[in-house]
């Protein structure tokens, strides 16, 4: 069995969505765990509970990304509208 040019195309495109989300998703953690450090003057210790909430949010992440087109369509108009309020004042 031969792969041709588009099992590659893909196949690589799955894996750039993968690693593109898990990227994502570890840069907004190491911000959360950045901020609480900053506020805490480097002296943090992560208790139990901060490290569920980051991964709450974190897994909040992964719902939203498999969600239908219709639904991430409105998520987006939402994010505009937000966006293009807080912009324009």
Known sequence: MRCSAQDNI??????GQVTLVCGIDFTCAQMITTAIAVNSDGAVILSA???FGILAIVSSHGIVYSAATQV???LNL???LITGE???L
């Open 10 to 15: 893909g196949w690589a495109n799955v894996t």
């Open 49 to 51: 509970g901060a490290t």
């Open 72 to 74: 991430l369509a409105r």
């Open 78 to 80: 939402f994010y505009v």
């Open 86 to 88: 807080f912009v324009t």
